[in-house]
């Protein structure tokens, strides 16, 4: 299967900074990927859709001054997390679609899980 | 009503029996069904993918999808402890790029 990646896979911040998370296609081009969050013991959350050369989608919600996201390539889209809170400390998720055939299903990277002080 | 309904569990087998796991959804325009299996702090991992109703097997896992009854299952057989996990439904619309709908997920216990 496609394999996506993700940076850094745990990262520890003190209130008020700001902290890029990276995703990456290993072995295919990804025009659009997708970021979620995870809490605890729930299942993922959408937060927005990341387009290459175009801005991203935001799901209602989510703050898109708060969550920036850029894909600056077909292999590449990062999320910034901006003067993050306590709040904002969750598990980051990123996937790509990948399409073979009829086949079209969507690909996740590891994780980030990000805890703020 | 969501859009994908799942027993969140926790579920308690022994190992080697069969496991049996099922997701519902609302919107019959569906066609892409997925099964996701995550372990704890890890990114969720495909397991099966299936388009639009019928069976597919693969290895031990049976995908099932009934789009008559907008159910979808997940068989295991001779069920192992590295199968404690918890597993997600998960659909999309047709199309390259859709979002995927995910269920709430099943946490699994496989007990040797």
């Known amino acids: 299967g496609a394999v996506v990646s993700q940076h850094p896979s745990w990262v520890i911040c003190k209130s008020g900074t700001s902290v890029k998370i990276e995703c990456r296609s290993l072995d295919f081009q990804a025009t659009t990927m997708f970021w979620y969050r995870q809490f605890p013991k729930q299942s993922l959350m959408l937060m927005a859709t990341s387009n290459e050369g175009s801005k991203a989608t935001y799901e209602q919600g989510v703050e898109k001054d708060k969550f920036l996201i850029n894909h600056a390539s077909l292999t590449l889209s990062t999320l910034t997390v901006t003067s993050a809170h306590p709040e904002d400390s969750s598990f980051y998720i990123c996937?790509?679609?990948?399409?073979?055939?009829?086949?079209?299903?969507?690909?996740f990277g590891p994780g980030t899980r990000l805890t703020v002080l | 009503q969501k859009e994908v309904e799942q027993d969140p569990g926790p579920l308690s087998v022994p190992e080697g029996a069969i496991v049996s796991l099922n997701c519902t959804y609302s919107n019959s325009a569906f066609q892409y069904f997925m099964w996701y299996r995550q372990y704890s702090r890890k990114g969720p991992e495909l397991l099966m993918y299936?388009?639009?109703?019928g069976n597919k097997e693969d290895g031990r896992f049976t995908a099932q999808v009934d789009k008559s009854s907008k159910y979808i299952s997940l068989f295991i057989r001779d069920s192992q402890p590295s199968d404690s996990a918890t597993y997600l439904c998960a659909t999309h619309l047709p199309g390259g790029y859709q979002k995927v709908t995910f269920g709430t997920g099943t946490k699994l216990q496989v007990i040797p």
């Open positions: 299936t388009y639009s109703s």
């Open positions: 996937s790509a679609p990948w399409t073979s055939g009829r086949a079209n299903t969507q690909y």
